[in-house]
Structures are given as structure tokens and as C-alpha cells.
């Protein structure tokens, strides 16, 4: 029997369950589509209800115009026999009905009293719902002896004069019933929408299973993260040899040529830029050793770019409550991003990193360069996974601040971007003892 693909032992010994990230990826997709398939049935359902109105609209306008330039109803209403216009078109009113597919067809007078009604026994009694004052249509939502309708009245003239009122109507039941059909369209939709999204779902699953396996979706963060350390700090400490090398081979090449002085002092100038930094790091009583080696390297970094570093560690700044690997992720991607932005920007460029302790007793990081600065329209984007104002190249662009973002949030800390100069600061809350 197979174990369980995402479990892990918790310390009183209990197993404790936890989601690998392709079933996290799931879960994700497989929501996402059936809020997406809920939305696009509710959009189907309200405009399906908007056009069924929109048509009872429609057919109950034609309807009563069709009726109110009758010839004959406006000869019958004109002479002022209502018995004689009831038992004409009485008849012919309740044959419309059933052609035009209508609640009610009203003949009346031009006081309102109806000539004509679906309910033979209503005829003679008052009209139920709004006459215009003047000779024009009007199409309404009202509630009559049928219940609530959308109902259209129409004038009839003869000789210029208004003889009476045509009113055609489809009740709101009669609306609703039209939409059935509709409905079960919309439904069909859905369902086909939402099978086609699972199907998805299993395919992103099976996709990043096939990268991550059943790791985690922290321990896949975890991962990334520690590449992302040994990248940045590979870069460093590259550099820094790079830097020393060079100076070595200097001097070696003057004490060669029997210049000691130079070669003594380009030695002596060495070693005194590297304590400076040094110095730095190791006043801070609560320092983290990696990432000072990480300060050294890309102190290194900068100078091999022609970009001037400077550093400001305060002794008092607090402990990190990041981990050494996540400290270097954040630190690391911080100051490889301001050193890409100072030296694509203009003279002097330079970059500088800054340890302090917040009013709250936080742990702020604060990385800032001469670049050009962030465009105000991609300002919300760059912390996205996968963005980049820079084009993409082997070392993988559009990870370092989107990684910076996830663990400094996991962390309940803060990470913000300020301009004039641009900097991204970073706020940690207290190591607890």
C-alpha cells in the first residue's frame, strides 16, 4: 500500500497532513474555474432574463400598434357603441391571443373601460394600469387582475381624435416560462465549461507533480529559495575571487620587477577595503555570518561593474528571523537587482545597503541605487512571478523579487518600494526569545 504522499511528523508524534504543491495546484485551477463557470452562467442567466423582457417588450409593442391601426377598431370605437364593439371584437381580440402568443389583448374606450378582455365577465370595468395623457405609447411593468405584466397601450385615432386605447401584455409567469429552455443551454455550458476545467486541473497537477513531485508547496519555496541563495552568493564570491586574483597577480607581477612599495601597498589597500566591511559586519552582535560573507562578495561585485557600494550596518540591528538561506535569497536578489538597475543607469552609479533597527525593535534592510527607477505603470507588477523589465536570460529572470515577496511575507514582514531614490526596504519583525 502506498504511503501517503504529503505527510509529515509532527513533534508530539502525530502525522500531520499537509498538501504537496500540485495538489495545492488543483485545488487553485479546479476553483478557479468553477468561480469562473458560476460567473459566466450568472452573465447567461441575466442577459437570457434581459432579452426574454427586452422580446415581451418588443412583441407587445407590435402587437398593439398592429391591433390600434386596425381600420374596423377604430370605426367601432369611433361610432360609441361598446356593445356593439364587444361583439365584434371580442372574438377577434381573444384569436390574437392565441396567434401572437399574449397574456391579454384590452380594447377600450377613451375613459378607460375596457371593450375587450380576456375575461369576458371584466369587460365594462375600468382599465388597470397607467393611461398616457396625451396621444402617445407607453410600455410599463404593472400589476393587473393577471398579476405583473410588461404591457405596451396604444392610442387609436380617427380623424385626428383619440377614440379609445389598446393594451397588450405578457405576464411576468409567461416571461419566467421562456427562460427554461434557456436555462437549461446555460446549464449545459456550464457543465461543459467546468468538466473542461477539471480535466485542466488534472493536467496541471500531473505537470507539476512531473517538476516538484509530492514536495510541499513551502518546501518547493524552499527549494527555489536555496537556489536562489547559492546563485546569488556563487555570484559574490566569484566576483571577490576575481577581484583578489587580480590584485594578487599585480603584485606578484611588481615584486617581480622589484617594485616592493607597489606591491606591498596595492596588498595593504586590499586587505583595508575588505576590514572596512568586515568591521561592519562583525560589530553587529547579532549578525548572521552568510550574509556578511554574501556583503563582502557583492561589495567585490559592484566594484568589478564600476558601481560604487556603500554600507551602512548598524551594531544594534536585530537578528533576522529568516533563515540563513532565506536571509541570502532576500538580501542576495535585493542587491543584484539594484546593481543590474545602477548600472543601466546614469553617473555616478552606485548602490547601497543599510541595517537598522526600527522603532519597534524590527529588523528594516534597505537596498537603493542610482538607476532610473521603476516605470509608474509596472510599479504593482514586478513583485509578480515570471515579470521582469529585464529580457529573460540563462540565469532565469522575474524570480528574485517574486521569491524577495513570498518570504519576507511568510515571515509577517513587509517589503515596499520607495522612489528619489529608489529603494525596496524590507521590514522583519523581532526574533522572539
Known amino acids: 500500500m ?31 474555474v468553477a468561480l469562473l463557470t458560476l460567473a459566466i452562467a450568472g452573465i447567461l442567466i441575466a442577459d437570457g432574463q434581459r432579452s426574454a423582457r427586452s422580446e415581451a417588450e418588443r412583441v407587445t409593442q407590435a402587437v398593439a400598434q398592429t391591433v390600434a391601426d386596425s381600420a374596423q377598431v ?16 371580442q372574438p377577434q381580440v381573444e384569436q390574437v391571443i392565441v396567434d401572437a402568443r399574449v ?5 377600450m374606450d377613451p375613459s378607460g373601460i375596457r371593450i375587450t378582455h380576456r375575461d369576458a365577465e371584466r369587460i365594462g370595468e375600468r382599465y388597470l394600469g397607467s393611461i398616457p395623457t396625451t396621444s402617445r405609447a407607453l410600455t410599463e411593468e404593472f400589476t393587473g387582475t393577471l398579476g405583473p405584466s410588461i404591457r405596451t397601450i396604444v392610442p387609436v385615432e380617427s380623424g385626428g381624435a383619440v377614440v379609445g386605447w389598446v393594451s397588450v401584455g405578457v405576464t411576468i409567469g409567461s416571461i419566467a416560462a421562456t427562460l427554461g429552455p434557456r436555462i437549461l443551454v446555460v446549464v449545459g455550458i456550464a457543465a461543459a465549461l467546468l468538466a473542461a476545467g477539471l480535466v485542466g486541473a488534472v493536467v496541471a497537477r500531473r505537470a507539476t507533480r512531473q517538476v516538484t513531485g509530492d514536495l510541499p508547496a513551502g518546501a518547493v519555496r524552499d527549494a527555489v ?50 576590514q572596512v566591511l568586515v568591521d561592519e559586519v562583525a560589530a553587529r552582535r547579532e549578525g548572521d555570518p552568510t550574509v556578511g560573507a554574501l556583503l563582502l562578495g557583492k561589495a567585490s561585485q559592484a566594484k568589478e561593474r564600476g558601481i560604487r557600494w556603500r554600507s551602512r550596518i548598524e551594531p544594534d540591528a536585530p537578528r533576522s528571523v529568516l533563515s540563513p538561506v532565506d536571509a541570502v535569497s532576500v538580501v542576495g536578489n535585493l542587491i543584484d537587482n539594484a546593481l543590474d538597475a545602477a548600472a543601466g543607469g546614469p553617473e555616478p552609479r ?13 529588523l528594516e534592510i534597505a537596498v537603493s541605487d542610482s538607476g532610473t527607477g521603476v516605470p509608474p505603470d509596472l510599479r504593482r507588477r514586478i513583485f509578480e512571478h515570471g515579470f521582469s523589465t529585464k529580457p529573460a536570460g540563462a540565469e532565469g529572470r522575474g524570480v528574485g523579487l517574486a521569491l524577495v515577496a513570498a518570504i519576507v511575507d511568510d515571515a509577517g514582514g513587509s517589503l515596499t518600494l520607495d522612489h528619489d531614490p529608489t529603494t525596496f526596504r524590507v521590514i522583519l519583525p523581532r526574533r522572539e526569545t
Do not use: C, K, Y
Open 103 to 107: 397574456d391579454f389583448v384590452t380594447i
Open 2 to 32: 502506498a504511503a501517503p504522499d504529503d505527510d509529515d511528523e509532527s513533534e508530539s508524534g502525530m502525522t500531520t497532513r499537509t498538501r504537496s504543491a500540485a495538489s495545492l495546484v488543483f485545488v487553485a485551477v479546479a476553483v478557479a
Open 74 to 89: 377604430a370605426d367601432l370605437l369611433a361610432a360609441g357603441d361598446r356593445d356593439l364593439a364587444s361583439a365584434e371584437l
Open 225 to 274: 529559495s536555496s537556489f536562489e541563495s547559492l546563485r546569488t552568493l556563487g555570484e559574490a564570491l566569484r566576483a571577490q575571487t576575481h577581484e583578489h586574483g587580480n590584485r594578487m597577480h599585480t603584485a606578484i607581477a611588481l615584486l617581480e620587477l622589484g617594485r616592493t612599495p607597489e606591491a606591498i601597498e596595492i596588498l595593504a589597500e586590499t586587505s583595508r577595503q575588505s
Open 350 to 362: 552606485w548602490v547601497e545597503i543599510r541595517m537598522t533597527r526600527t522603532e519597534e525593535d524590527e
